[in-house]
């Protein structure tokens, strides 16, 4: 019985598109993590490749063929931006436009310019090859412990497989050895199409492990009530924010909240009411910060924002947006609502400075005690400190 390498196909276009959306019900489309989105993008673009390639069987299409190809190119970029994504690295996906905008120009150049079907066979399988390889490097480069790393060394071997066998069929095409249809009988092409179908397996596989190590990790630097994180980690954040402002010459800020009388609220609402007090703070502060900003809790009813290249001045004025949003929405406990305000203490890095974390923290620590000191419900920069109070 002949392998009908069409079907094959056919049936792996099936199989990454339920994959793709597998992935993106169970994770949470909505950027839950960094990189699943991409990596679900990565799958559906195999999937329309593979649909494509197996639409040409049994009769050779030039257009379906590279369309095919220059998809499957583009799923295994994403892979690659997908890793990267999830190590905190963002980078640009133009290389799979580039790809596939190069392979159309190719399909342009065979149906109009008269290139020889080979010529664009061959070309699209040494580019498969080389995309295929650019996973490899940070899989081989990751170290990670466990299963993590396991999944890692499996993925590796598949891609490089699949680069190899891309390679080798790409050489069989230009010397005549294969036909240029890749859904064409021949064990060149079927090694080709199982290593294309390997790679998205291992490559779905080895990240959704990773995944999974990235959420135990999260929960170690997570504030358990608020979900934000928590005082190491807020620490280390700024400190890595601060490291990034002195390197390319931005300000940045801190602004640090104290819940006037929280200790008070425990007292007369019991812990489950200053617990919901504190969850709808951070409600209220998720909403005003921005995503590249930081947030994090202090520690008691203390949170700590650091405002990316942003002034003192920007500062305060996120702390009067915080004001006016507590005002107009307070908590409610038990069904009532619940007068609640806080102190806020500003300090800004500036460019040339050379403050870390902790001193950063101290001067903002400074300055909401004088907020304190003046009455509470206002924001004071430490630059302000011993000026008389602010109109507020």
Aim: hydrophobic share 50%.
């Amino acid at each position: 019985m002949q392998f009908d390498i069409g079907t094959f196909y056919l049936a792996g276009a099936l199989v990454s598109a339920l994959l793709g959306a597998a992935i993106g019900a169970g994770g949470g489309l909505a950027s839950r993590h960094n990189g699943l989105a991409t990596v679900v993008y990565a799958t559906l673009a195999l999937a329309a490749g593979f649909f494509a390639i197996g639409l040409g069987a049994p009769e050779y299409s030039a257009w379906l063929e590279c369309i095919g190809i220059s998809l499957v190119a583009v799923g295994a970029t994403l892979f690659r931006l997908a890793v990267d994504q999830l190590h905190g690295q963002s980078k640009s996906p133009r290389t799979p436009l580039f790809i596939l905008g190069a392979m159309l120009l190719a399909v342009w150049g065979s149906l109009v310019g008269g290139t020889p079907p080979q010529v664009n066979a061959a070309a699209g399988a040494f580019a498969v090859a080389a995309v295929f390889l650019l996973p490899v490097a940070p899989l081989f480069r990751a170290q990670e412990p466990g299963a993590a790393g396991r999944a890692h060394q499996l993925a590796l071997v598949v891609f490089v497989f699949a680069a190899s066998v891309a390679f080798t069929r790409g050489v069989a095409v230009a010397t005549g050895a294969a036909p240029a249809g890749s859904v064409a009988a021949s064990p060149v092409n079927v090694l080709f199409a199982l290593g294309l179908l390997g790679a998205l397996a291992a490559g779905a596989f080895a990240f959704l492990i990773l995944l999974r190590q990235r959420d135990v990790e999260t929960l170690a630097l997570r504030d358990g009530l608020t979900e934000i994180l928590n005082r190491p980690a807020l620490h280390e954040q700024i400190e890595r924010v601060l490291s990034l402002a002195r390197r390319r010459g931005f300000s940045c800020s801190v602004l640090l909240a104290d819940l006037d009388h929280f200790s008070q609220i425990n007292v007369d609402q019991g812990h489950r009411g200053g617990d919901e007090v504190l969850r709808h703070f951070v409600t209220l502060a998720r909403g005003v910060v921005r995503r590249e900003d930081v947030l994090g809790r202090y520690g008691g009813g203390q949170f700590a924002m650091l405002l990316f290249a942003t002034p003192a001045t920007g500062a305060q004025a996120l702390a009067r947006r915080l004001r006016t949003a507590l005002a107009a929405k307070p908590p409610r406990i038990q069904g009532l609502g619940l007068a609640l305000t806080a102190s806020y203490g500003v300090a800004e890095s500036r460019p040339g400075e050379e403050l870390n974390a902790a001193e950063l923290l101290r001067r903002a620590d400074a300055a909401l005690a004088e907020a304190k000191a003046r009455g509470r419900d206002c924001a004071v920069s430490y630059d302000e400190i011993g000026s008389p109070p602010l109109q507020r």
